[in-house]
């Protein structure tokens, strides 16, 4: 109430002004009239009143106190006199709003990055209690699986420990009608009823899932669209009941996911969500099964229970469980925090990895703000030497030192003001490129991304806190050097500044000391740029074990055509036998799956001893999961995969369905099965049930070692096993075709499939490279690459503007000394080398700190980045020379500058 009266008191300013002289005039009339009645003449009646009243001013002064509108007053006639401060100085103004600019957006920018990536899902986490459940072998932590239907129902039964339980899963299938453009791969999430109710989220529009439709096998095929998938449509007003084609069936669309909703994952998620009774008809699999382990489960813990006191009560959950679903079965359950970096997990995943790659980048870009501020601190010192005489004299009228200091922290206030102005409306315009980039990378990938509108609250109390703390950091230290009391100096000095000639130029003077701070903490921001970069570099050439230049890969699905295997089969070979007559029998393969497609085939390999080496406790035979691919004849060479021992498939076994049962394996799982032995001869079974028969015609011989391919970025290339596709053919089947030009081989190679295969849809025809450099992993450290790098030019350029209008400044103020010496014989040269020494003494204190926050930098760095610690110390030295030059050519262009004054002129205005 007190501040409502002091702003309506200060708004309404001249009336109270008026009222209150009113009213002090009437009081002193009264007391002029009572001494006039004792007898006082008019004129000493009067000064008797004004003496028992006080003085008026002092008394009008009292009052605004009480109003409390003194405050707001002084704020106000601060704020004007900072306006035209500031106006009296453009260049100054412009320069310091710029430097504040960048620092702030680059906060802003990073702020909202981990707002969205880390700290939302985080606190959706801690807010509604959310566990994930995983099983895993009860003898260790490993042995992972999913969980089958049956298994999850008897999980949210037990209720003494999850209130609420859900399951999902996730798969890539084909969306839309027709073929190639209208028909695409993406990702499609099945989840139960409670999902979204479990997330706490509403529909944008229309509804969730019911439990009817959630039932397995329920077959309603009715849909949820994703917020993005809607925005791509055009957001047509009948979107709610029309159809979308998925896997040749119609589903209506009953709901909107909320905007930015992804599930449990911070950044990807599926176009479409359908209810788990539809699951079905897209991963061809039995939910009623108990032994179909497909779901990842979700579940909230009940009132007022910790995660601690949940997994004490794990075991008797445990018990329960299997009596209701496996009685024999020998598997222990786990909880733990939902994974936000992947779709869907069967174990639990490390997490801290994005935990400190957010405080990474948090601090990576705060100190580009502090080399802000340390540039803008400078700039105020220079610019407050100027203004020390008219400072002093304001002191020594009685101006309060807090009042001078309040006032240049306005000014600086002011200027963070209008920097963050500018910085929010620089990082909307940074925020709409890097979405625009990933919105072109990622509209051929199989995913949605969280696109979310950049300015809100959140992100405007941000910019705020930011612009306060540049204020702070950048105006209180030369504030009160500033206004420190050594008035006589002060005023005598000239306004070139040769009172304090002296001390600025000391080495270790306050302006030199944030110049050395400046390099130091740039030099660490352009060391951790260069590593970025240097990761990005390795992801590009990284030696990936196959070569994906000269290639056009074409997908056909026919999972989504009527045809049976047989037909399927048949269909194949056709086509394979008619392109290779058409490209020639070298230049096209085939295969089930390829590189970098987020392959999901997995398989369980069992060596032939794989009964004897069975663990002792659990019975289980010893096995190794993994990726299983089926391929044509010549697939190896088409790829260059390198084949390390023995052979690939010959003529008979890549065209004989009943041919010899023969696998090639790479490196890994050779390494797995045979340790050091010769795996090449070696038998191993694909399945448990061919395992338990002891038959070992149902076996398969080893013939070929070949190197592993990657399919990842980050990862290392997993355990691979081949096999001859008329063997096993697969209803998704990518064709490679070599081409000299990929690019402009597609037309004719989209032309020619329509032509062979006019009944199985072509989903995609594109260049193996695209999958290589649109993968999820490849963007990831591509758009890291491009902010880290950007963090490192904006410090570099912070940098050489605080060193550039430093070294100008105090050169500036040299300009009578340098006059002087020149008149007395010092060439130019020789100034300008001086000059120049003392620069690059100061920057080699700045490299010298600045070489241990690098190396620290490099060591949080080196377990984030791909190629680790190598090309670390070139890398560092790298940075520390373009630093230097920099500050070289900063120091050098005023300096030379400097040394062409005519002698004659600086002496005749002295």
Known sequence: MKLFNALARLFGRRRVEAEMDEEMQFHLEHLTERYVNRGLAPAAARRAALREFGGIDQTKEEVRDAWGARLLQDLARDLRYAVLSL???????????????????VNTVMFAFVRDAVLQPLARNDARNLVAVYTSRADADRGWRYFSYPEVEALAEQTDVFANVAAYTFDVTAIGTGRDQNLQRRVVGMVSHSYFDLLGVTPHAGRFFSPDESRPNASIPVAVADYGYWERAGQPANFIGSTVRVKQRDYTIVGIAPRGFLGLSSSVGPDLWLPLGEAHHIVDGDFDNPNYHRLSPIAQLAPGLSAEAARARLPAVTQNLWNQTAPNEDRQLLIGAPSTNDLQDDQPNDESF???????????????????????????????AARRKEIAVRLSLGASRFRI???????????????????????????HMLMQLSA???????????????????????????????TLVSSLGPALRLTRPSLITDIKATPEGGADASRSGRFFSLSNLLVVAQIACSLALLFSAALFLGSVRHARHADRGFDPAQQVVANLDYRITDMDTEQIA??????????????????????????????????????????????????EPR???????????????????????????????STDPAGPRVVVIDQQLATFLYGDADPIGQRLYLDKEALNSGDTRLSHEVI????????????????????????????????????????????????????????????????????????LSTLVIEICGLVFGLLGAIALVLAVAGVYGVKAHQIARRTREIGIRLAIGASPRRVV????????AQAAVGLAIGLGLAFLAGQVLASMLLQGTSGQSLMLLGSAAVLATAVFLATWIPARRAARVDPAVTLKSE
């Open 87 to 105: 106006r009296r100085t453009p260049g100054f103004t412009a320069i310091a709003v710029v430097t504040l600019a960048l620092g702030i957006s």
């Open 354 to 384: 994005m935990g400190l790659f957010a405080t990474l980048s948090l601090g990576l870009s705060a100190v580009v703000l502090v080399v802000a501020c340390l540039n803008l601190a400078n700039l105020l010192l220079a610019r407050g």
């Open 405 to 431: 200091v309040r006032q240049l922290v306005t000014e600086t206030f002011l200027l963070a003001l209008m920097g963050g102005t500018l910085g929010l409306l620089l990082s909307t315009w940074v925020d």
């Open 440 to 470: 072109d990378a990622f509209a051929v990938s199989q995913f949605s991304f969280n696109v979310r509108p950049f300015v809100d609250t959140t992100t405007l109390l941000a910019t705020l806190g930011f612009s306060a703390f540049a």
């Open 570 to 619: 048949a269909r194949q070979q056709t086509v394979l036998t008619r392109l290779r007559e058409r490209y020639g029998a070298d230049a096209v393969a085939t295969a089930s799956n390829i590189p970098y497609n987020f392959d999901l085939s997995r398989r369980s390999v069992y060596p032939l001893d794989a009964l004897a080496q069975a663990n002792p406790e659990t019975g």
């Open 623 to 653: 096995r190794q999961r993994a990726g299983y691919t089926t391929v044509s004849g010549g697939y190896f060479d088409l790829l260059d995969i390198q084949v390390l021992r023995g052979r690939t498939f010959n003529a008979t076994e």
């Open 704 to 775: 070929g070692v070949v190197r592993s391919p990657r399919d990842h970025v980050f990862n290392e290339p997993p355990a691979r096993l081949y096999r001859p596709l008329v063997q096993d053919p697969s209803p998704n089947l990518f064709v490679h075709l070599r081409q000299p030009d990929p690019i402009a081989a597609l037309p004719d190679v989209r032309r020619t499939l329509d032509e062979l295969e006019p009944l199985a849809p072509l989903l995609a025809v594109r260049p193996l490279a695209s999958y290589v450099e649109q993968h």
């Open 833 to 840: 080398r001086q000059i120049v020494r003392q620069g690059l």
